[in-house]
């Protein structure tokens, strides 16, 4: 490297290069950081290529419309599961979404003080309880109580793991309305319930949806909180107070088998449930973009 | 924003429905301001308010019952091992003696071996997408990281025991052992079942949690201090560390703190590969037990008050310490993102 001594310097060369050992430095971390993001993405595509191999090859029409076959017979599919699932998530949904929401507008609307500080953050440490202490609440006040696993017990249990997450995604979404348009409609002396009703709400429809999506996809796949409420069940099953089938639960089961015929349904079990999952993310993620609030 | 809400029809449609309401009342006359709604709209208010508060009354009384049941029902093992509980060895249905400590240590040794490969690739995967990555690219690869998030444990865990053990027993963990087998910490034979496994799924599971909140705290550093390390002559690299991650420590730590909330309580993909055996082993090569995975394991066939009870204070003990973790994890968040709604866990 030319030191810059060594030339006469005008003014303009008096600021020295940057010095290799800098320049390699900073080549380096590029470098690695390049590298993370390979190492990053290595696991995701091999975790999707391998996904999408075994599930594709594994699934069939029995499995999409048959119940499981005895222990260690071939065939057989997780239809009840399937089923199951759908059936517990809406029982969660029912009890989950109307607290959510209602906790969110309560929070932006009502709750700009201290209250609703302790809310805001009980709700976001709510977020990070395990799934499975969970799980052993709704056992403690339903399974107990009920004297035996149900759906609905399946259900509680999604159900408070939903709320906190719906209230925090609805208070940030009505927080994006103008508050012009409350004003506007508090000026046509509508009143104020009325008005986060009609208006407030309805403006931030697609965002609200949003969030319950958001909620609906983490916990669709959720096991822990199902393994002692819901069960699992080897037949059909569409009563709230009875053991159900659900299709996470399934794949956990299938999945730890020694049978080859039950990792093959595992497998299109899990390609079964992140189809869903995936659908209901995409599907939320294009409403957004066409939707009038895009700051999802 | 504002300009994209105002031309919705939905939007202006109260306005004719308002308008007719009011000419539908009585002429003013000698009133100079009819009651619109007359007193209604006030009641209306006050049932519309009470009904939110108790929605958002629900939310504190869920952690209460949480703590409620767990605290109710873990008593019975509480009264016969008192402290003693998280130091015992002994994990023993038959003659019902039980010790969380295997347990406890499983927890710990596998999220810490998470956050030790999670940590350095969430926050170069981060640095990449705001500072060096090209802008077209920054969308698609937001994406595919956050779309990790989105499968669910037991995904994670089929995959792992298909895919990762496997590789595990046939080539890294004989690797580890020729080369590193000295250390102590990678020694036993090699059955891919392990500690090792958890914490490498752990590790998969984490990263975008980390990622994506190291990515959110360093989108508010003010540009300022990017562009004023670079008018003092400093390269990229020492641009970033100087100006950018210097400046978003904080929000770093609470979103690594998160992600170790998070890999405290997973269960179902490390209760799938660690092996699920109460001892504690310094290799890493030997099967662990972790607090949630013996909870998922054990808790629907635990017979006698006993037993079930001491399942339960485990939970106790994992609840009480997610939510510490996650307590602190937010007010780090918040002190740097404050004003500025977190999204990072949608």
């Known amino acids: 490297m030319p030191s810059p001594k060594t030339s006469k310097a005008s003014p303009l060369h008096t600021v020295a290069p940057i010095a290799l050992r800098r320049r390699i430095t900073d080549h380096v971390m590029s470098g690695v950081a390049v590298l993370t993001v390979i190492l990053v993405l290595v696991p995701l595509f091999a975790i999707f290529a391998y996904l999408i191999y075994r599930g594709v090859g594994s699934i069939n029409w029995a499995f999409l419309t048959q119940t499981p076959k005895p222990v260690g017979e071939a065939g057989g599919g997780m239809a009840n599961a399937i089923v199951g699932s759908g059936f517990i998530l809406a029982l969660a949904s029912i009890l989950g ?84 348009l409350r004003e506007a409609a508090y000026g046509l002396g509508i009143p104020r319930w009325r008005t986060t009703l009609s208006i407030t709400l309805r403006t931030a429809t697609s965002g609200v949806i949003t969030g319950i999506m958001l909620a609906f996809a983490r916990v669709a796949g959720e096991t822990a909180p199902l393994l002692f409420t819901a069960l699992g069940n080897q037949f059909w099953n569409l009563k709230v107070n009875e053991p159900t089938a659900a299709l996470p639960l399934q794949i956990y089961t299938y999945g730890l088998s020694p049978y080859d015929d039950w990792h093959r349904q595992a497998w299109a079990g899990a390609f079964v449930l992140i189809v869903l999952i995936v659908t209901a993310v995409s599907a939320v993620r294009f409403a957004v973009r066409r939707g009038t609030f895009g700051a999802a | ?117 999670a940590v350095p690739l969430s926050i170069g995967v981060a640095v990449f997408t705001t500072e060096m990555c090209p802008a077209a690219l920054r969308g698609p690869l937001s994406f595919f990281v956050e779309l990790l998030a989105a499968i669910p444990s037991v995904v994670y865990g089929l995959w792992a025991i298909f895919v990762l053990v496997p590789l595990l027993s046939n080539y890294i963990q004989p690797f580890l052992s020729t080369t590193l087998g000295w250390t102590g910490l990678f020694t036993g034979p090699p059955y891919g079942i392990s500690m090792l496994a958890a914490g490498i799924i752990l590790a998969i599971m984490i990263i975008p949690i980390i990622s994506s909140i190291t990515r959110e705290v360093l989108m508010v550093v003010p540009q300022h201090q990017r562009e004023a390390a670079l008018a003092l002559g400093a390269t990229r690299w020492e641009m970033i560390r100087v100006g950018v991650l210097r400046n978003a420590r904080a929000g770093i730590m609470g979103g690594i703190i998160l992600g170790l909330g998070r890999a405290l309580g997973e269960t179902m993909a490390v209760t799938m590969v660690i092996g699920n055996r109460p001892e504690i082993a310094k290799s890493l090569f030997a099967p662990g037990y972790t607090m949630a995975s013996v909870l998922a394991n054990e808790f629907s066939e635990a017979t006698g008050d006993v037993y079930l009870a001491s399942l339960i204070e485990i939970g106790l003990a994992l609840f009480l310490v997610t939510i510490v973790v996650n307590a602190l994890a937010r007010l780090l968040v918040w002190t740097v993102t404050r004003g500025q709604p977190s999204r990072a866990n949608a």
């Open chain 1, 97 to 180: 979404v109307p607290l959510g929401v209602g906790a969110g507008i309560y929070l932006a609307e009502f709750g700009r003080n201290r209250f609703g500080d302790v809310i805001r953050f009980t709700a976001d440490v709510l977020n990070g309880v395990p799934s499975i202490v969970i799980g052993i609440v709704a056992y403690a006040i339903v399974v107990l109580y009920q004297k035996h696993f149900s759906a609905l017990a399946g259900g509680v249990a999604l159900a408070i793991m939903m709320i906190p997450t719906i209230a925090r995604t609805t208070e940030e979404m009505l927080l994006l309305v103008p508050q012009a």
């Open chain 2, 1 to 117: 924003m504002a300009f994209s809400a105002l031309p919705r029809p939905d939007m202006l449609a109260p306005q004719p429905v308002e308008a007719t309401k009011v000419s539908n009342l009585p002429p003013a006359g000698k009133h100079p301001a009819p009651p619109l709604r007359g007193t209604s709209g006030e009641t209306g208010d006050r049932l519309f308010k009470f009904a939110m508060l108790l929605c958002g009354l629900a939310v504190l009384a869920m952690l209460g019952l949480i703590v409620y049941e767990l605290v109710l029902r873990s008593g019975p093992s509480w009264h016969a091992f008192g402290f003693k509980f998280f130091a015992g060895h002994d994990w023993d249905p038959v003659n019902e003696k039980f010790g969380a400590l295997p347990f406890i240590y499983g927890t710990l040794v596998s999220s810490l071996l998470a956050l030790l490969i």
